[in-house]
C-alpha cells in the first residue's frame, strides 16, 4: 500500500507568516490528494481537493500545489484561527491513506 | 442542507457487540461512497474502509479488514460500521463522511460517535 509521509510534524510560526507543508506519497498518485483541516476538539474540514482546487468557502490564504508523489499546502498569512492539525489524504486507489498530520500553532 | 447524522456516544464492555449508524439527508445518498475514519484519543485521522451504498460495494483498510464490518441499508440512506466482539483498543472517535466517485475530497462530515469500551 502507498505511505503518505507528511512534514513537519508539527510547527511554529508568527501571524502573518508564509506556511508550508509537505505530503510525500512513497509511489506516484497523479493528483488524486486532498488536505483537511481538523482544530481541536471538532470535524475535520476539507480544504483542498485534486492537489489545488480550493473547496467552496475556504479562505484563499490557503493553496495547494504538486502531482505524482511531491505536494504542498501553503497558508500565505498565518491566522490565528488556522491553529489546527492539518492531513493530507490520498484517494486514487484504496486504501485512502491519510499522513500522520501536522500541528500548526502560532507562536 | 446536505448532512450526516450519526448516532449517539457508545459505552460498552470488552467482548460486547456494537453497530454504529451514520445517516444521509439532502443528497442522492447511493451516489456517493460512505468513508469510516477513526481518530484514536490524541491521535491522528485513520481511514477504515468505504462503501457505496448504490451498489454495496466496500473497501476495508488492510488494519482493518476482518475487525469491522461495513454495511448501508439505502432504502434509509443509511451506513453502519459494527464489531462483534470490541477490544479496549476500539476506544475511539469514529466519524463518517461522504466522498464523490469523482476527483474530489471528503466534503461532508458526520459529527462523530465517541465508543468508549472499558470493563
New interface residues.
Partial sequence: DIQMTQSPSSLSASVGDRVTITCRASQGITNSLAWYQQKPGKVPKLLIYAASTLQSGVPSRFSGSGSGTDFTLTISSLQPGDVATYYCQKYNTAPWTFGQGTKVEIK | EVQLVQSGAEVKKPGESLKISCQGSGYSFTTYWI?W?RQMPGK????M??IYPGDSVT????SFQGQVTISADKSISTAYLQWSSLKASDTAMY?C?R?KWD?????V????TTVTVSS
Fill in positions: 468513508v475514519v491522528g485521522l485513520e481511514w474502509g468505504i473497501r476495508y483498510s488492510p466519524y463522511a466522498k476527483n474530489s475530497g471528503m466534503d462530515w458526520g459529527h462523530g
